[in-house]
Antibody
């Protein structure tokens, strides 16, 4: 059974860095695009970043562009979200999720079929 | 968000409710739908043209028309009370996006 588990969250001072990990099991990490999604306290889901299955392409939300980066270690089946220059507004639960793609003659559909439980990042001033 | 949802919807127990998601990207890309209960990770409940993941009750269904995707719960149960999010392609900057979420209350 496919599973994802995040770790690395905690309390960090504003301006500092933190690296989150997402451990994958039950599937080969290099075969899938992985997304990072966050949820600030009492707020909705916010898409943060993705890294393509081949590791050659990544994209970021405007709110984190230039501060966050993604990487993966295929040998460990682990994905990483490196967060630099953290701000108070980055306080959130961070989830990683696996992307699937459905292609039909009419339309395409992206969906996230497996999610971790999330890890809380709190940025203090 | 490039896709928008009504913030809140309510339904009487056992009745049918439809949650909608609007956005231009939905004319060419299917939405996927996620249920989230407090303190839990989102759970995929519907995706694509007509796909429901294993374990998701048959009362959950979806559809798309024009720039609107819909998630319908037929015969809502108390345990369906949750936040629901749509997710799809985004043409306004980021490659993908979530809707703002709809809080479903089962009365």
């Amino acid at each position: 059974q496919e599973q994802l588990e995040e770790s690395g969250g905690g309390v960090v001072q504003s301006g500092k860095s933190l690296r989150l990990s997402c451990d994958a099991s039950g599937f080969t990490s290099t075969s899938f695009t992985i997304h990072w999604v966050r949820q600030a306290p009492g707020r909705g889901l916010e898409w943060v970043a993705l890294q393509s299955s081949d590791g050659l392409s990544d994209h970021f939300a405007e709110s984190v562009k230039g501060r966050f980066s993604v990487s993966r270690d295929g040998s460990k089946n682990t994905f990483y979200l490196q967060m630099n220059g953290l701000r108070g507004e980055d306080t959130a639960v961070y989830f990683c999720a696996r992307e699937m793609l459905e292609i039909t003659p009419i339309a395409w559909g992206y969906y996230l079929d497996s999610w971790g439980r999330g890890t809380l990042v709190t940025v203090s001033s | 968000s490039a896709v928008t949802q009504d913030p809140a919807v309510s339904v009487a127990l056992g009745q049918t409710v439809t949650i909608t998601c609007q956005g231009e990207s939905l004319r060419g890309y299917y939405a996927s739908w996620y249920q989230q209960k407090p303190g839990q990770a989102p759970l995929l409940v519907f995706h694509g043209r007509n796909s429901r993941p294993s374990g998701i009750p048959g009362r959950f269904s979806g559809s798309t028309s024009g720039n609107t995707a819909s998630l319908t719960i037929t015969g809502a149960r108390a345990e369906d009370e949750a936040d629901y999010y749509c997710f799809s392609r985004d043409f306004t900057g980021s490659p993908v996006t979530f809707g703002g979420g709809t809080k479903l209350t089962v009365l």
